[in-house]
């Protein structure tokens, strides 16, 4: 791991001026292509102290050995050479979208001196028009059956074509009219050519010339009585307007746009494009990737823009283009997308109308392509075997941990301190036997002692139930166990939501609670917390399950006695494995954790007095407003209440004198301090 100051260039010698930057590691390799306004400024951020950056960034900078820039003249040059340098070097601390298939495009290869309609994938090529893409390559044949009845283009491979040529006879689509035959010279290569631009100005969206040039032709056939010719016009019409129907309208003044929307999560990011061409959803097509680099939502939407149209033209880039959150630049940005096409470009965020209403339903696609993503990763058989090898490895454990258990600690300013624990199994989460704990052993705000507490407590109930089962192989009892099932140790246990704390047996007929031990015990922290862990288990005697711990910071994995942490590299699935585990124990704490405060917050100081029940509280706080009130009345003045006799009121009295008053509620809009509301729960 290199330290940044070791290669932070000297005062004075970074140019104030737009430029584009590479980290290198020490083998040489690009991990990191930038851009900036000021290479000065921009540069001087990665080598602040390493507790101030960003965990990823931090990550970068310490694989980082060298640094290097290149000036330019403007910031739309340096966009452009960010996006080359991005291609060329394939950084991996750059964010990259990659398509998880490879989409199909109609095409026209216009390259060609008879024009070809087919389907295409992979790159793109010079002098070939595209349409889409699409989901499915069947759609594109089944637009293509129906337009060729209109545009009769040639359709066939060049085989074809030289082997129709050479024998003088058209294929079947010449014979049925699908293909003017260029093969055989029934049209000649300009007429051909012709047509191939209509069938492309008709794919673009300029439907309406055409379909209003064969109604007349149809009027006109009917009134000279050629009745067989305005019927296949008829046809014609219909078979244009099956094709159009096919792709809605969605936007009503015939836009040309693309819409890009997000979904993402602290890891990955999904991103999905909507192409409107003539009002109508032409194409769609998604990305997903991993969050390799500290980029917000204005960034993952620049690089989407640069790797969606870095090598696009022409007509390839729409008008407009709209996005949830503008980039950082959005001006140079701008500029550069207009370069790309030729004339003005608009990019902005939709704000009303049919456009906003469109860019929702883009963002409900991406967020169902990152839920799809991350339950095919997560439900994948093959995927889960190899992120529990990988920790294996890792962890240089003697075999896979087909269970894992991992607890974290969670609290407000040292207030109701809580754990939880979840378990997952072959990779995937066994809810029925996740558990909550409550910190009783001592008072205050002390992560590491919370996650000794934790630890001893769940291991305990283990040795415990290992014994009332009757498992142990020598008869003995380790030390802390001493013997009951039920030790006051173990109060604090919650069980999980939906789960009765009696119930004996899981849905397998397996025995619940802490009966099974896990292969791996992961920890949400660093050092400090990992060494409580296994400082409890080895004062319980247990020395055959493996603790770990991930640190949130670098994403780093800890074990018990190293100075170094493991770093899994981040396309790791193990890593996923790891995190997926860490994030759910985290979720888990975090809502009993706010579920406790949600109560204390209700509770009142009137709780405590025997005898009051909630119908006279609710009288109490009705008479005198609000508990501060209340506080301040006399005994005599509590007993005018309606169903209060003295003795209660002298209850009520001396609870109020001995509760410390409630910091006053402040409106977190206005700064007010409002009175006391008096909530009684």
Same mark, same amino acid.
């Given at each position: 791991?290199?330290?940044?100051?070791?290669?932070?260039?000297?005062?004075?010698?970074?140019?104030?001026?737009?430029?584009?930057?590479?980290?290198?590691?020490?083998?040489?390799?690009? $991990?990191?292509?930038?851009?900036?306004?000021? &290479?000065?400024?921009?540069?001087?951020?990665?080598?602040?102290?390493?507790?101030?950056?960003?965990?990823?960034?931090?990550?970068?900078?310490?694989?980082?050995?060298?640094?290097?820039?290149?000036?330019?003249?403007?910031?739309?040059?340096?966009?452009?050479?960010?996006?080359?340098?991005?291609?060329?070097?394939?950084?991996?601390?750059?964010?990259?979208?990659?398509?998880?298939?490879?989409?199909?495009?109609?095409?026209?290869?216009?390259?060609?001196?008879?024009?070809?309609?087919?389907?295409?994938?992979?790159?793109?090529?010079?002098?070939?028009?595209?349409?889409?893409?699409?989901?499915?390559?069947?759609?594109?044949?089944?637009?293509?059956?129906?337009?060729?009845?209109?545009?009769?283009?040639?359709?066939?491979?060049?085989?074809?074509?030289?082997?129709?040529?050479?024998?003088?006879?058209?294929?079947?689509?010449?014979?049925?009219?699908?293909?003017?035959?260029?093969?055989?010279?029934?049209?000649?290569?300009?007429?051909?050519?012709?047509?191939?631009?209509?069938?492309?100005?008709?794919?673009?969206?300029?439907?309406?010339?055409?379909?209003?040039?064969?109604?007349?032709?149809?009027?006109?056939?009917?009134?000279?009585?050629?009745?067989?010719?305005?019927?296949?016009?008829?046809?014609?019409?219909?078979?244009?307007?099956?094709?159009?129907?096919?792709?809605?309208?969605?936007?009503?003044?015939?836009?040309?746009?693309?819409?890009?929307?997000?979904?993402?999560?602290?890891?990955?990011?999904?991103?999905?494009?909507?192409?409107?061409?003539?009002?109508?959803?032409?194409?769609?097509?998604?990305?997903?990737?991993?969050?390799?680099?500290?980029?917000?939502?204005?960034?993952?939407?620049?690089?989407?823009?640069?790797?969606?149209?870095?090598?696009?033209?022409? *007509?390839?880039?729409?008008?407009?283009?709209?996005?949830?959150? &503008?980039?950082?630049?959005?001006?140079?940005?701008?500029?550069?997308?207009?370069?790309?096409?030729?004339?003005?470009?608009?990019?902005?965020?939709?704000?009303?109308?049919?456009?906003?209403?469109?860019?929702?339903?883009?963002?409900?696609?991406?967020?169902?392509?990152?839920?799809?993503?991350?339950?095919?990763?997560?439900?994948?058989?093959?995927?889960?075997?190899?992120? &529990?090898?990988?920790?294996?490895?890792?962890?240089?454990?003697?075999?896979?941990?087909?269970?894992?258990?991992?607890?974290?600690?969670?609290?407000?300013?040292?207030?109701?301190?809580?754990?939880?624990?979840?378990?997952?199994? *072959?990779?995937?989460?066994?809810?029925?036997?996740?558990?909550?704990?409550?910190?009783?052993?001592?008072?205050?705000?002390?992560?590491?002692?919370?996650?000794?507490?934790?630890?001893?407590?769940?291991?305990?109930?283990?040795?415990?139930?290992?014994?009332?089962?009757?498992?142990?192989?020598?008869?003995?009892?380790?030390?802390?166990?001493?013997?009951?099932?039920?030790?006051?140790?173990?109060?604090?246990?919650?069980?999980?939501?939906?789960?009765?704390?009696?119930?004996?047996?899981?849905?397998?007929?397996?025995?619940?609670?802490?009966?099974?031990?896990?292969?791996?015990?992961?920890?949400?922290?660093?050092?400090?917390?990992?060494?409580?862990?296994?400082?409890?288990?080895?004062?319980?005697?247990?020395?055959? $399950?493996?603790?770990?711990?991930?640190?949130?910071?670098?994403?780093?994995?800890?074990?018990?006695?190293?100075?170094?942490?493991?770093?899994?590299?981040?396309?790791?699935?193990?890593?996923?494995?790891?995190?997926?585990?860490?994030?759910?124990?985290?979720?888990?704490?975090?809502?009993?954790?706010?579920?406790?405060?949600?109560?204390?917050?209700?509770?009142?100081?009137?709780?405590?007095?025997?005898?009051?029940?909630?119908?006279?509280?609710?009288?109490?706080?009705?008479?005198?407003?609000?508990?501060?009130?209340?506080?301040?009345?006399?005994?005599?003045?509590?007993?005018?209440?309606?169903?209060?006799?003295?003795?209660?009121?002298?209850?009520?009295?001396?609870?109020?004198?001995?509760?410390?008053?409630?910091?006053?509620?402040?409106?977190?809009?206005?700064?007010?301090?409002?009175?006391?509301?008096?909530?009684?729960?």
């Amino acid at each position: 791991m290199a330290d940044p100051s070791s290669y932070r260039p000297k005062p004075g010698q970074i140019p104030d001026s737009p430029g584009v930057y590479k980290f290198r590691d020490e083998h040489r390799r690009v $991990i990191y292509v930038g851009k900036a306004k000021s &290479l000065r400024q921009r540069l001087a951020n990665y080598f602040q102290p390493l507790a101030s950056l960003h965990p990823r960034t931090a990550t970068m900078v310490t694989t980082a050995a060298s640094v290097e820039w290149t000036v330019v003249s403007t910031e739309v040059e340096a966009l452009q050479l960010e996006y080359s340098w991005i291609k060329e070097f394939d950084p991996r601390f750059n964010v990259k979208y990659r398509d998880d298939k490879s989409y199909p495009y109609l095409a026209v290869t216009l390259n060609e001196e008879y024009p070809r309609v087919q389907v295409m994938r992979g790159h793109k090529k010079k002098g070939v028009r595209y349409f889409g893409p699409y989901a499915h390559a069947w759609a594109i044949r089944e637009t293509v059956d129906l337009m060729l009845r209109v545009f009769p283009v040639r359709t066939c491979s060049a085989g074809v074509f030289r082997n129709a040529a050479s024998a003088g006879r058209p294929c079947l689509l010449g014979y049925i009219g699908k293909c003017s035959a260029p093969c055989v010279g029934r049209v000649d290569p300009e007429e051909h050519r012709e047509l191939a631009e209509e069938f492309c100005d008709f794919m673009a969206g300029r439907t309406g010339t055409y379909i209003r040039r064969l109604e007349k032709q149809m009027t006109a056939a009917a009134e000279e009585m050629e009745y067989e010719k305005a019927a296949r016009l008829r046809d014609d019409i219909e078979a244009l307007r099956r094709a159009m129907e096919k792709n809605a309208v969605v936007l009503a003044d015939a836009t040309d746009a693309d819409l890009i929307a997000l979904a993402e999560d602290e890891l990955e990011a999904a991103v999905q494009i909507f192409h409107v061409r003539g009002g109508r959803v032409r194409g769609q097509r998604g990305w997903v990737t991993d969050k390799v680099e500290a980029v917000d939502t204005a960034g993952l939407v620049e690089h989407a823009l640069q790797q969606l149209y870095g090598e696009e033209s022409g *007509d390839a880039v729409p008008k407009e283009v709209l996005v949830p959150a &503008l980039p950082e630049d959005a001006e140079s940005v701008g500029q550069w997308l207009s370069g790309r096409r030729g004339s003005q470009v608009s990019l902005r965020v939709p704000q009303r109308g049919d456009k906003k209403d469109l860019m929702a339903t883009v963002a409900r696609n991406a967020q169902q392509a990152l839920v799809l993503h991350k339950t095919k990763r997560a439900s994948d058989l093959t995927t889960r075997s190899r992120a &529990l090898e990988e920790i294996a490895e890792a962890l240089d454990l003697d075999s896979a941990p087909l269970r894992i258990e991992c607890f974290d600690i969670s609290h407000l300013q040292g207030e109701d301190v809580v754990a939880s624990m979840v378990v997952f199994e *072959d990779g995937l989460p066994r809810k029925s036997e996740y558990r909550r704990f409550q910190i009783k052993g001592f008072e205050g705000q002390d992560d590491v002692r919370s996650m000794h507490e934790v630890i001893s407590r769940r291991f305990k109930r283990y040795l415990a139930e290992k014994e009332r089962t009757g498992e142990w192989v020598d008869g003995e009892v380790p030390a802390g166990v001493d013997g009951s099932p039920e030790e006051p140790a173990l109060s604090g246990e919650v069980p999980a939501p939906g789960e009765s704390p009696g119930e004996g047996r899981d849905e397998d007929g397996r025995p619940k609670r802490f009966a099974y031990p896990p292969q791996l015990v992961v920890v949400d922290g660093g050092q400090p917390q990992v060494a409580a862990a296994r400082r409890a288990l080895d004062e319980l005697g247990i020395d055959d $399950i493996a603790v770990c711990g991930l640190a949130k910071r670098l994403e780093e994995v800890w074990l018990p006695g190293d100075d170094d942490p493991v770093v899994l590299p981040r396309s790791s699935e193990g890593l996923y494995l790891l995190q997926r585990v860490r994030d759910t124990a985290h979720d888990f704490a975090i809502r009993y954790q706010r579920s406790k405060r949600s109560k204390r917050v209700r509770t009142s100081p009137l709780d405590d007095v025997r005898g009051l029940g909630e119908t006279r509280k609710q009288a109490l706080i009705k008479h005198f407003g609000s508990v501060k009130r209340l506080r301040q009345a006399t005994i005599e003045q509590i007993c005018e209440v309606p169903g209060m006799g003295r003795k209660t009121a002298e209850a009520v009295a001396v609870a109020l004198a001995q509760a410390a008053p409630a910091a006053p509620a402040v409106n977190t809009a206005t700064g007010e301090i409002m009175e006391d509301g008096g909530s009684t729960g």
